[in-house]
């Protein structure tokens, strides 16, 4: 037996390394308070003889009896100053547990059990309980270590026996370790119970670089059952910065439960990390601590700056669960903490990342953060927070601006598949109701990124996914956020519902937020919630919804819609849905309306968004209302606007647009796609919507090249201009008042003082994207708008007579000067439908009309159908012309719904033959050009031609 204990105590004795063997051993044999062999007596003889530089006494333990030996000092025992193991290992009999007992009970008060200011000393396998102020304080000297004690329990390590101040103090001492990484190395630091008493506190500047590893803070020896000190678990203050408390590899994590906060790193202290433990749960890691886990302010309390709770590694994971309040805190009352990273925990769940252990308030909560970092873009640096009683993230109050939530899992498991739900919002951001007095409100908060990894998943919660809120009545509160890139109401994959039980993202009182942006990495996939897909609420401007698929799934292509609603807006002013080119929503899928606009929603913008069908606009996933609904007292909003500002509204359930209400009036409607929804295009309500709004009546369409030329009436307010729109359908409404397949274009009519007007108007065709001849029977439909912004319903349907254009098949044409005539060939295209005609006419370039050629001027008629003509120029071929000649030809005044195409003039030209030598006249000593002799009829008739040719050619100039 005897050869079994010392290899326990050899085992233990090699589990921290010393510089040396130690210079003097002290043995302890009596249980008494002073005099030989007493603990005193050991302290005072190490005191009195320190070891060389490098080395410890050692202070060995052989009592006789049955333990656990008491050892119960009426005064407070000799502050160690040499360094020195005091090993109760050595005690005969130790096996792991402790049998040493200092028993402080009558020591007086303000009395420490051991106070260690040498450094280098090591207090293993002691119980020290019930001294009135500290357990254990190493104070000043550095690189002490701690290990395998009982500090504030019995020696069963059951029960507790609390110091009345804090379990283990270190004061302004660095580079200590308590507890350790092998077994039987860690503390059990539990019970302590005075006020304010904390199981391990670490404070002032000079403790950094301290390491708290594998110790039991707050529980019974087993780390099932509830031995909790007063305060926290583990408190760093009084700029201790650089500490540790857990670490990434095996057997480091602490057990930190059953305390009133698990970790407390206080305002002035930075740079701490906490990492691999377990906060509020049971030593497995598999429920709550007796039920309870850590109570009142709960598992992490920050208040200082740049500290790490976590890490991208499994290892560095805190189990953070279990708590009676919030998991983790930053804020209590002050203002600005910046820079920490609460990164890779599982938060709300336990070991495994599959079931609820649930803190008791909010996964995290920051109420006076700026520029903090919850999760990561980085492998391994999202968060799994689930299952807590309130949100998964709150971000509220005054100054808490500028944070980051990235690559967390929000309401679901590890997996990312299976609900697991906080029981409010997944992700709240809300402003204070005091102002912005004190600092920033909660502004600049970013949900989500573009970088790979920045996505968040957040679904599954009994609230909503995303709520930012501001009921301050403030205008600057709570505003600037952004909301991008992130899953919201799906599974981790984008593609199975997994809806949270409200809005995906609720806005409410809020102003100038972002949600999604123009880039495909900055889409929102906001589906399968179970009402909304987004739900604006004002009083609220300026908001952005922006690039998001909002009903589908994560491809665009496939149905995964919300219950309700996919974007509702109410009660605000001067919000957008979609935007310009790259702005546009798809919203489709959804089981109500697209987009609600109601109670209120003024001056909202709904733009470039695909509703109802995919970024395509092919595909049919059409929402199971109106594509758009505009109900009571909605007034001013721009649906659509320029050509690229334009919607696609196709394949809804009913209305393409409904303008339901008495009270919803000038509500714009302009340069849309809207086709094939089952009911009208366009509804008013029965005239309810837009001041019921007359329509068009259309008689005539024709169309040629990029012109538009339609004929109609509209009778309505007297000496108005109204904008009318016009649109291509490939097929009308049953009642053939059609839709708005294809915006073309617009302009502007004008009635009379009776209200009337009968127009030919005509337009510029400006969606090069239509292709009229690809549609079969193409009907045009049309649209007017007055002043004021009421459009009316979609016109009645006539069929377009596509004309086409006339142009020259060529931009020039050549022929030889004795070839008679030469033959032009006008083109049609673009359309042969109808008589059109054209007049062709020639003028001169170099060549002379009645020398040349003979001049041309003739209209040029294309009978229904026809796609060529030709026209004929005779030539003259005159006598005695060198070198090359040109006609100007030009095509001009087509008939009613022509338009000439490129190119419209051409140049025709005549060759003649090179000119010859000069060659000398005979007999008169002159030479005429070519070497030809000037003499005979054939040279003066020549001669003559030249110098009529000049007079006409001065004559024309």
């Keep these: 037996m005897a050869r079994l204990l010392a290899v326990f105590a050899a085992v233990s004795l090699c589990l921290f390394s010393v510089a040396s063997r130690a210079q003097s051993t002290f043995t302890v044999d009596s249980t008494g308070d002073a005099g030989a062999g007493t603990l ?26 049955a333990p656990p030996f008491t050892i119960a000092p009426v005064s407070a025992l000799p502050t160690v100053t040499a360094p020195v193991d005091i090993d109760g290992t050595s005690q005969p009999g130790f096996v792991l547990a402790p049998l040493i007992v200092l028993d402080g009970n009558g020591a007086g008060a303000g009395v420490d059990g051991l106070r260690i200011t040498a ?25 002490n270590i701690v290990t395998g004690c009982y500090v504030g329990t019995n020696a069963a390590g059951n029960a507790d026996q609390g110091n009345q101040d804090d379990g283990i103090l270190v004061l302004n001492s660095a580079n200590n370790t308590i507890g350790g990484d092998e077994a039987g190395q860690g503390n059990l630091v539990s019970g302590n119970g005075g006020a304010g008493a904390r199981g391990i506190a670490i404070e002032g ?40 408390i857990g670490g990434p590899n095996a057997g480091q994590g602490n057990l930190i439960s059953g305390n009133s906060r698990g970790v407390f790193i206080q305002s002035s202290a930075a740079q701490n990390t906490v990492q691999g433990n377990k906060i509020g749960t049971n030593l497995a890691g598999t429920a709550a601590l007796g039920g309870l886990g850590n109570n009142s302010n709960g598992g992490v309390l920050l208040q200082g700056d740049d500290n790490l709770i976590g890490g991208n590694t499994p290892g560095a994971r805190n189990i953070i669960s279990g708590n009676d309040s919030i998991g983790v805190f930053i804020g209590g009352g002050i203002l600005g903490i910046s820079g920490n990273r609460i990164q890779g925990n599982y938060i709300g769940l336990d070991v495994t990342g599959a079931n609820a252990v649930p803190n008791n308030g909010q996964g995290i909560l920051n109420s006076s953060g700026n520029d903090n970092i919850f999760g990561g873009s980085g492998a391994g640096e999202g968060n799994v927070i689930s299952g807590n009683a309130e949100e998964g993230i709150a971000i509220v109050s005054q ?54 990894g920045a996505r968040n998943v957040i ?29 919201i109401g799906t599974d981790v994959t984008g593609t199975l519902d997994r809806g949270n039980d409200g809005f995906g993202v609720f806005i409410e009182g809020s102003n100038e937020n972002r949600i999604g942006g123009t880039s495909a990495e900055a889409r929102n996939v906001i589906s399968g919630n179970d009402s909304f897909g987004i739900f604006i609420l004002g009083p609220a401007t300026g908001n952005l919804v922006q690039g998001n698929f909002v009903g589908v799934d994560v491809s665009g292509l496939l149905p995964l819609g919300n219950d309700s609603v996919g974007v509702g807006v109410e009660n605000t002013t001067g919000n957008t849905i979609g935007g310009s080119t790259g702005a546009g929503n798809v919203i489709s899928g959804n089981g109500a309306s697209g987009v609600s606009l109601n109670d ?16 395509g606009g092919v595909v049919d996933l059409g929402n199971a209302g109106d594509g758009i609904l505009v109900g009571l007292a909605s007034t001013d909003n721009r649906l659509g606007g320029s050509l690229a500002e334009g919607n696609t509204i196709k394949f809804n359930g009913e209305n393409g647009v409904e303008i339901q209400e008495t009270s919803a009036v000038d509500n714009a409607i302009l340069s849309n796609n809207i086709f094939g929804n089952d009911l009208l ?40 201009t109204y904008t009318i729109q016009f649109f291509v359908n490939s097929s009308l409404d049953p009642s053939g008042f059609g839709e708005g397949e294809f915006f073309l274009g617009e302009t502007q009519i004008v009635t009379d003082g ?88 020639t003028a001169d370039g170099t060549a002379f009309e009645g020398l040349d050629y003979t001049g041309v001027v003739q209209v040029v008629t294309f009978a229904d159908g026809q796609t060529s003509a030709e026209v004929e120029i005779p030539l003259l071929n005159p006598d005695g012309v060198f070198g090359d000649r040109t006609v100007l030809l030009a095509l001009s005044d087509p008939s009613e719904g022509i338009v000439l195409g490129d190119p419209e003039a051409a140049i025709l030209t005549i060759v003649y033959p090179a000119a010859p030598a000069p060659t000398l006249i005979s007999g008169g000593g002159c030479q005429l050009g070519g070497g030809v002799p000037f003499g005979g009829l054939k040279h003066i008739a020549s001669l003559a031609l030249l110098t009529w040719g000049l007079l006409r050619l001065r004559r024309w100039a």
């Design 681 to 720: 295009g366009i509804s008013l309500n029965g005239g309810q919507g837009n001041l019921g709004q007359e329509a068009p009546a259309l008689l005539e369409a024709t169309s040629s090249g990029a012109t538009l030329t339609v004929t109609g009436t509209l009778a309505s307010a007297p000496n108005t």
């Design 600 to 615: 209120g929603a003024v001056g909202v913008a709904v733009q470039g968004n695909f509703i109802g069908t995919d970024l």
């Design 40 to 65: 005193r007596q050991a302290l005072l003889d190490s005191n009195a003889n320190p070891p060389p530089a490098g080395t410890r006494n050692r202070i060995e333990f052989d009592l006789a009896g």
């Design 205 to 244: 500047a000079g403790s950094t670089g301290n390491q708290v590893f594998g110790n039991l803070i707050g529980t019974d020896v087993t780390g099932t059952a509830d031995l909790g000190n007063n305060d926290e678990g583990v408190s760093i203050g009084d700029d201790a910065s650089g500490n540790f």
């Design 459 to 487: 679904s599954g919660n009994q609230g909503n996914g995303v709520h930012i809120r501001d009921d301050s009545g403030n205008a600057l509160g709570t505003r600037f956020n952004i909301v991008e890139g992130n899953f």
């Design 754 to 841: 009776a209200g009337n007007v009968d127009f030919t108007a005509v337009a510029d065709i400006v969606n090069a994207a239509v292709d009229l001849n690809a549609i079969v029977d193409p009907r045009v439909t049309a649209t007017v708008t007055d002043p004021n912004g009421n459009t009316s319903e979609f016109s009645n349907g006539v069929s377009l007579v596509i004309a086409g254009t006339v142009q020259f098949s060529a931009a020039a044409y050549q022929t030889n000067a004795d070839a008679g005539t030469v033959v032009v060939t006008l083109l049609r295209s673009g359309g042969s439908e109808g008589e059109i005609s054209v007049q062709f006419g």
């Design 119 to 143: 450094g280098d000393s090591v207090a293993r396998a002691l119980v020290v309980q019930r001294f009135s102020d500290n357990g254990i304080v190493l104070e000043t000297g550095g690189g």
């Design 399 to 452: 100054s808490a601006a500028r944070n980051v939530v990235q690559g967390n899992i929000i309401g679901l498991d590890a997996s990312g598949n299976v609900e697991v739900p906080n029981g409010e919002d997944g992700v709240l951001i809300e402003g204070g109701a005091i102002g912005p007095m004190f600092g920033d409100e909660a502004d600049d908060n970013q949900i989500g990124g573009t970088a790979a």
